[in-house]
Protein backbone atom coordinates (compact mmCIF):
# COMPACT_ATOMS: atom_id res chain seq x y z
CA UNK A 1 0.00 0.00 0.00
CA UNK A 2 1.51 3.37 -0.79
CA UNK A 3 0.76 6.47 1.06
CA UNK A 4 1.21 9.63 -0.81
CA UNK A 5 3.84 11.85 0.17
CA UNK A 6 1.87 15.24 -0.64
CA UNK A 7 -0.92 14.03 1.86
CA UNK A 8 1.23 12.84 4.67
CA UNK A 9 2.71 16.10 4.76
CA UNK A 10 -0.57 17.90 4.51
CA UNK A 11 -1.76 15.61 7.62
CA UNK A 12 1.65 15.99 9.31
CA UNK A 13 1.48 19.97 9.61
CA UNK A 14 -2.40 19.17 10.30
CA UNK A 15 -1.22 17.56 13.55
CA UNK A 16 2.28 19.44 14.07
CA UNK A 17 0.52 23.02 14.77
CA UNK A 18 -0.51 24.08 17.94
CA UNK A 19 -3.09 22.10 20.12
CA UNK A 20 -5.97 21.41 18.47
CA UNK A 21 -9.44 20.36 19.41
CA UNK A 22 -10.00 17.27 17.66
CA UNK A 23 -12.95 14.62 17.06
CA UNK A 24 -12.79 11.22 15.67
CA UNK A 25 -15.62 10.17 14.31
CA UNK A 26 -17.05 6.49 12.64
CA UNK A 27 -20.20 4.53 11.65
CA UNK A 28 -23.14 3.77 13.41
CA UNK A 29 -23.02 -0.21 14.41
CA UNK A 30 -19.03 0.42 15.10
CA UNK A 31 -17.70 -3.06 14.70
CA UNK A 32 -13.71 -4.29 15.49
CA UNK A 33 -12.21 -2.27 12.67
CA UNK A 34 -14.83 1.04 13.29
CA UNK A 35 -13.63 0.63 17.56
CA UNK A 36 -10.38 -0.24 16.62
CA UNK A 37 -8.58 2.42 14.80
CA UNK A 38 -10.68 4.93 16.01
CA UNK A 39 -9.39 4.55 19.69
CA UNK A 40 -6.00 3.97 18.72
CA UNK A 41 -6.46 7.36 16.73
CA UNK A 42 -7.34 9.49 19.28
CA UNK A 43 -5.00 7.58 21.79
CA UNK A 44 -2.04 9.27 19.05
CA UNK A 45 -3.42 12.44 18.56
CA UNK A 46 -3.86 12.85 22.76
CA UNK A 47 -0.22 12.11 23.13
CA UNK A 48 0.66 14.72 20.84
CA UNK A 49 -1.24 17.13 22.90
CA UNK A 50 -4.06 17.72 21.09
CA UNK A 51 -7.91 17.36 22.66
CA UNK A 52 -9.78 14.06 20.89
CA UNK A 53 -12.43 12.73 21.68
CA UNK A 54 -14.00 9.57 19.88
CA UNK A 55 -17.38 9.34 19.19
CA UNK A 56 -19.79 6.68 17.28
CA UNK A 57 -23.73 6.77 16.76
CA UNK A 58 -24.20 4.17 19.19
CA UNK A 59 -22.69 1.52 21.60
CA UNK A 60 -20.61 -1.14 19.79
CA UNK A 61 -21.31 -4.80 21.01
CA UNK A 62 -20.48 -5.88 24.20
CA UNK A 63 -17.46 -8.15 23.40
CA UNK A 64 -15.44 -4.71 22.04
CA UNK A 65 -15.47 -3.04 25.61
CA UNK A 66 -12.16 -4.90 26.64
CA UNK A 67 -10.15 -3.27 24.16
CA UNK A 68 -11.90 0.78 25.37
CA UNK A 69 -9.45 0.27 28.58
CA UNK A 70 -9.26 4.52 28.99
CA UNK A 71 -13.06 4.67 28.65
CA UNK A 72 -12.45 6.81 25.00
CA UNK A 73 -15.02 5.98 23.34
CA UNK A 74 -18.48 7.94 23.47
CA UNK A 75 -21.88 6.84 22.00
CA UNK A 76 -23.67 9.90 20.46
CA UNK A 77 -26.95 8.61 21.60
CA UNK A 78 -26.24 8.94 25.45
CA UNK A 79 -25.28 12.80 25.44
CA UNK A 80 -25.77 14.05 22.01
CA UNK A 81 -25.84 17.45 23.22
CA UNK A 82 -22.79 17.60 24.64
CA UNK A 83 -21.05 15.82 22.53
CA UNK A 84 -22.89 17.92 19.67
CA UNK A 85 -21.09 21.33 21.16
CA UNK A 86 -17.62 19.55 21.36
CA UNK A 87 -17.37 18.38 17.53
CA UNK A 88 -18.82 22.13 16.03
CA UNK A 89 -16.16 23.54 17.80
CA UNK A 90 -13.53 21.03 16.74
CA UNK A 91 -10.45 22.55 14.52
CA UNK A 92 -9.79 19.09 12.86
CA UNK A 93 -12.26 15.73 12.25
CA UNK A 94 -11.43 12.51 11.28
CA UNK A 95 -13.65 10.28 10.02
CA UNK A 96 -12.62 6.73 10.21
CA UNK A 97 -13.68 3.33 8.55
CA UNK A 98 -16.67 5.09 6.68
CA UNK A 99 -16.59 7.19 2.71
CA UNK A 100 -19.82 8.49 3.22
CA UNK A 101 -21.67 11.28 6.02
CA UNK A 102 -24.79 9.67 6.03
CA UNK A 103 -23.24 6.28 7.48
CA UNK A 104 -23.05 8.07 11.26
CA UNK A 105 -26.74 9.28 11.26
CA UNK A 106 -27.44 12.64 13.33
CA UNK A 107 -23.29 12.88 13.71
CA UNK A 108 -22.78 13.66 9.80
CA UNK A 109 -25.31 16.81 10.26
CA UNK A 110 -23.10 18.14 12.87
CA UNK A 111 -19.56 17.10 10.74
CA UNK A 112 -21.31 18.92 7.79
CA UNK A 113 -22.58 22.29 9.17
CA UNK A 114 -18.74 22.75 11.85
CA UNK A 115 -17.68 25.38 9.05
CA UNK A 116 -13.83 26.13 10.36
CA UNK A 117 -12.75 21.96 10.98
CA UNK A 118 -10.66 20.15 8.11
CA UNK A 119 -12.47 17.01 7.72
CA UNK A 120 -10.11 14.00 7.16
CA UNK A 121 -10.79 10.62 5.94
CA UNK A 122 -9.17 7.43 6.76
CA UNK A 123 -10.99 4.79 5.10
CA UNK A 124 -10.50 0.98 3.22
CA UNK A 125 -14.30 1.99 1.21
CA UNK A 126 -14.53 1.88 -2.33
CA UNK A 127 -16.11 5.31 -4.24
CA UNK A 128 -15.55 7.78 -1.37
CA UNK A 129 -17.98 10.46 -1.59
CA UNK A 130 -15.86 14.02 -2.18
CA UNK A 131 -17.12 15.38 1.16
CA UNK A 132 -13.59 15.57 3.12
CA UNK A 133 -10.85 18.04 2.85
CA UNK A 134 -7.89 15.74 2.75
CA UNK A 135 -8.11 11.64 2.42
CA UNK A 136 -6.77 8.61 3.15
CA UNK A 137 -8.70 6.24 0.83
CA UNK A 138 -7.13 2.74 0.10
CA UNK A 139 -9.49 0.05 -0.75
CA UNK A 140 -6.90 -2.32 -1.32
CA UNK A 141 -6.09 -2.21 2.45
CA UNK A 142 -7.51 -5.07 4.49
CA UNK A 143 -8.91 -2.87 7.33
CA UNK A 144 -8.73 1.08 8.03
CA UNK A 145 -6.80 -0.46 11.24
CA UNK A 146 -3.92 -1.59 8.92
CA UNK A 147 -4.53 2.41 7.58
CA UNK A 148 -4.09 3.95 10.34
CA UNK A 149 -1.20 1.83 11.78
CA UNK A 150 0.29 2.34 7.87
CA UNK A 151 0.04 6.28 8.69
CA UNK A 152 1.72 6.18 11.67
CA UNK A 153 4.66 4.04 10.80
CA UNK A 154 4.94 6.90 7.91
CA UNK A 155 4.72 9.79 10.06
CA UNK A 156 7.52 8.36 12.06
CA UNK A 157 5.45 8.08 15.25
CA UNK A 158 5.54 4.15 15.47
CA UNK A 159 7.31 4.31 18.51
CA UNK A 160 3.77 5.82 20.13
CA UNK A 161 2.14 2.87 19.78
CA UNK A 162 1.85 1.29 23.43
CA UNK A 163 0.27 -1.92 24.35
CA UNK A 164 -3.26 -0.61 24.46
CA UNK A 165 -2.83 1.06 21.20
CA UNK A 166 -1.27 -2.61 20.33
CA UNK A 167 -4.41 -4.55 21.21
CA UNK A 168 -6.89 -2.00 19.77
CA UNK A 169 -5.48 -1.88 16.25
CA UNK A 170 -4.52 -5.57 16.26
CA UNK A 171 -8.15 -6.21 17.15
CA UNK A 172 -9.31 -4.42 13.87
CA UNK A 173 -7.07 -5.93 11.66
CA UNK A 174 -8.31 -9.16 12.85
CA UNK A 175 -12.36 -9.00 12.79
CA UNK A 176 -12.03 -6.87 9.38
CA UNK A 177 -10.00 -10.22 7.67
CA UNK A 178 -11.76 -12.89 8.93
CA UNK A 179 -9.27 -14.03 11.44
CA UNK A 180 -6.91 -13.37 8.67
CA UNK A 181 -8.64 -15.33 6.55
CA UNK A 182 -10.03 -13.02 3.57
CA UNK A 183 -8.44 -11.13 0.86
CA UNK A 184 -6.12 -8.40 1.18
CA UNK A 185 -3.76 -10.40 3.43
CA UNK A 186 -0.27 -8.95 2.38
CA UNK A 187 3.73 -9.00 4.02
CA UNK A 188 3.23 -5.74 4.52
CA UNK A 189 0.01 -6.54 7.13
CA UNK A 190 2.05 -9.47 8.63
CA UNK A 191 4.91 -7.43 9.11
CA UNK A 192 2.54 -5.07 11.23
CA UNK A 193 1.25 -7.86 13.81
CA UNK A 194 5.00 -8.83 14.32
CA UNK A 195 5.66 -4.94 14.99
CA UNK A 196 2.46 -4.83 17.01
CA UNK A 197 3.20 -8.42 18.89
CA UNK A 198 6.38 -6.59 20.30
CA UNK A 199 4.59 -4.35 22.22
CA UNK A 200 3.42 -7.29 24.68
CA UNK A 201 -0.22 -7.76 23.43
CA UNK A 202 -1.61 -11.44 23.74
CA UNK A 203 -3.10 -12.26 21.10
CA UNK A 204 -5.08 -16.08 22.50
CA UNK A 205 -6.43 -13.39 25.03
CA UNK A 206 -7.97 -11.02 22.23
CA UNK A 207 -8.81 -13.87 19.95
CA UNK A 208 -11.33 -15.15 23.01
CA UNK A 209 -12.32 -11.93 24.19
CA UNK A 210 -13.65 -11.38 20.61
CA UNK A 211 -14.95 -15.11 20.04
CA UNK A 212 -15.59 -16.37 23.04
CA UNK A 213 -17.66 -14.06 24.73
CA UNK A 214 -21.37 -14.40 24.07
CA UNK A 215 -24.12 -15.25 25.83
CA UNK A 216 -26.01 -18.44 26.18
CA UNK A 217 -29.20 -17.19 23.79
CA UNK A 218 -26.90 -15.74 21.01
CA UNK A 219 -25.75 -19.55 20.98
CA UNK A 220 -29.20 -20.70 20.72
CA UNK A 221 -30.14 -17.76 18.22
CA UNK A 222 -27.65 -19.32 16.20
CA UNK A 223 -28.62 -22.82 15.70
CA UNK A 224 -31.98 -21.20 14.67
CA UNK A 225 -30.50 -18.65 12.29
CA UNK A 226 -28.49 -22.10 10.71
CA UNK A 227 -31.25 -24.76 10.90
CA UNK A 228 -34.59 -22.96 10.38
CA UNK A 229 -33.87 -19.99 8.68
CA UNK A 230 -30.74 -20.61 6.22
CA UNK A 231 -32.06 -20.81 2.54
CA UNK A 232 -30.39 -22.38 -0.19
CA UNK A 233 -30.68 -21.22 -3.69
CA UNK A 234 -29.14 -24.00 -5.37
CA UNK A 235 -28.95 -22.57 -8.84
CA UNK A 236 -26.87 -19.38 -7.77
CA UNK A 237 -25.06 -21.18 -5.48
CA UNK A 238 -26.45 -18.21 -3.10
CA UNK A 239 -27.80 -18.75 0.53
CA UNK A 240 -29.83 -16.18 2.73
CA UNK A 241 -30.86 -15.29 6.14
CA UNK A 242 -33.46 -13.62 7.76
CA UNK A 243 -33.96 -12.30 11.17
CA UNK A 244 -37.49 -10.75 12.56
CA UNK A 245 -38.10 -8.62 15.55
CA UNK A 246 -39.93 -11.18 17.03
CA UNK A 247 -36.55 -13.54 16.84
CA UNK A 248 -34.98 -10.94 18.18
CA UNK A 249 -37.17 -10.71 21.25
CA UNK A 250 -37.33 -14.21 22.08
CA UNK A 251 -33.72 -15.05 22.15
CA UNK A 252 -33.11 -11.50 24.13
CA UNK A 253 -31.07 -10.12 20.91
CA UNK A 254 -28.50 -7.53 22.19
CA UNK A 255 -26.03 -5.25 19.35
CA UNK A 256 -23.86 -7.66 17.80
CA UNK A 257 -25.20 -10.95 18.65
CA UNK A 258 -25.55 -11.35 14.67
CA UNK A 259 -21.52 -10.72 14.22
CA UNK A 260 -20.44 -13.42 11.69
CA UNK A 261 -23.70 -14.87 10.84
CA UNK A 262 -23.89 -13.85 7.37
CA UNK A 263 -20.56 -15.71 7.06
CA UNK A 264 -21.54 -19.18 8.24
CA UNK A 265 -22.89 -20.40 4.78
CA UNK A 266 -20.04 -19.96 2.46
CA UNK A 267 -19.05 -23.06 5.08
CA UNK A 268 -20.72 -24.50 2.57
CA UNK A 269 -18.64 -26.32 -0.35
CA UNK A 270 -20.49 -25.42 -2.95
CA UNK A 271 -22.10 -21.15 -1.68
CA UNK A 272 -20.14 -18.41 -3.31
CA UNK A 273 -22.87 -16.01 -1.98
CA UNK A 274 -24.70 -15.32 1.34
CA UNK A 275 -26.86 -12.40 2.68
CA UNK A 276 -28.36 -12.36 5.87
CA UNK A 277 -31.69 -9.84 6.17
CA UNK A 278 -32.23 -8.20 9.66
CA UNK A 279 -35.44 -6.63 10.53
CA UNK A 280 -34.67 -3.03 12.36
CA UNK A 281 -37.36 -0.59 13.49
CA UNK A 282 -36.39 1.63 10.57
CA UNK A 283 -35.71 -1.23 7.77
CA UNK A 284 -34.15 -4.00 6.71
CA UNK A 285 -30.33 -4.27 7.35
CA UNK A 286 -28.84 -6.04 4.55
CA UNK A 287 -25.50 -7.72 4.31
CA UNK A 288 -23.67 -9.67 1.93
CA UNK A 289 -20.52 -11.82 1.51
CA UNK A 290 -18.72 -13.45 -1.28
CA UNK A 291 -16.13 -15.52 -2.23
CA UNK A 292 -13.95 -15.61 -5.15
CA UNK A 293 -14.74 -12.78 -8.40
CA UNK A 294 -18.63 -12.36 -6.80
CA UNK A 295 -18.96 -9.03 -6.44
CA UNK A 296 -21.10 -8.13 -3.85
CA UNK A 297 -20.22 -4.82 -3.79
CA UNK A 298 -21.71 -3.91 -6.76
CA UNK A 299 -24.64 -5.96 -6.21
CA UNK A 300 -25.82 -3.69 -2.91
CA UNK A 301 -25.16 -0.73 -4.80
CA UNK A 302 -27.33 -1.81 -7.40
CA UNK A 303 -29.70 -3.29 -5.69
CA UNK A 304 -30.11 -2.38 -2.20
CA UNK A 305 -28.33 1.53 -2.60
CA UNK A 306 -25.27 0.47 -0.10
CA UNK A 307 -21.68 -0.70 -0.66
CA UNK A 308 -18.58 -1.77 0.52
CA UNK A 309 -15.84 -4.19 -0.83
CA UNK A 310 -15.70 -6.98 -3.48
CA UNK A 311 -16.31 -9.76 -1.23
CA UNK A 312 -18.16 -8.09 1.62
CA UNK A 313 -20.68 -5.35 1.16
CA UNK A 314 -24.32 -3.75 3.15
CA UNK A 315 -27.69 -1.61 2.33
CA UNK A 316 -31.37 -1.73 3.52
CA UNK A 317 -34.46 -2.09 2.54
CA UNK A 318 -36.99 0.06 3.36
CA UNK A 319 -39.95 -2.42 2.42
CA UNK A 320 -41.25 -5.73 4.01
CA UNK A 321 -38.97 -8.56 4.82
CA UNK A 322 -41.13 -10.58 2.30
CA UNK A 323 -40.93 -7.60 -0.38
CA UNK A 324 -37.08 -7.72 0.48
CA UNK A 325 -36.14 -11.35 -0.06
CA UNK A 326 -38.11 -11.04 -3.30
CA UNK A 327 -35.54 -8.45 -4.28
CA UNK A 328 -32.68 -10.11 -3.43
CA UNK A 329 -34.63 -13.23 -5.50
CA UNK A 330 -35.06 -11.51 -8.62
CA UNK A 331 -31.63 -9.68 -8.50
CA UNK A 332 -30.09 -12.71 -8.38
CA UNK A 333 -31.22 -13.99 -11.75
CA UNK A 334 -30.93 -10.55 -12.98
CA UNK A 335 -27.25 -10.30 -11.10
CA UNK A 336 -26.52 -13.91 -11.99
CA UNK A 337 -27.86 -13.43 -15.95
CA UNK A 338 -25.51 -10.58 -16.59
CA UNK A 339 -22.74 -12.11 -15.43
CA UNK A 340 -23.04 -15.25 -17.44
CA UNK A 341 -23.54 -13.27 -20.26
CA UNK A 342 -20.40 -10.88 -20.03
Request: net charge negative.
Amino acid sequence: MELKKEKLEALNKLLSATPKQIAVVSHVNPDGDAVGSGLAWTSLLNKLNHKARFFVPNAPPQFLESIDKNNELRSFKNRSEEYAEFISDCDIIFCLDFNNLDRIEELGEIVRSNPMATRVLIDHHCEPHPQFDLMFSHPESSSTAFLVYSIIEALGLSNLIDKTMAEQIYTGMMTDTGNFSYSNLTPELFRAVAKLLETGINIPLINSSIFNNYSEKRMRLLGHMLDQKMVIVEKHNAAYQTLTQEEMAEYEFKPGDNEGFVNYPLSIKHITMSAFFMQTLSCIKVSLRSQGDIDVNSFARKYFNGGGHKNAAGGKSFFSMERTVEIFLTALDEFFSDKNNE
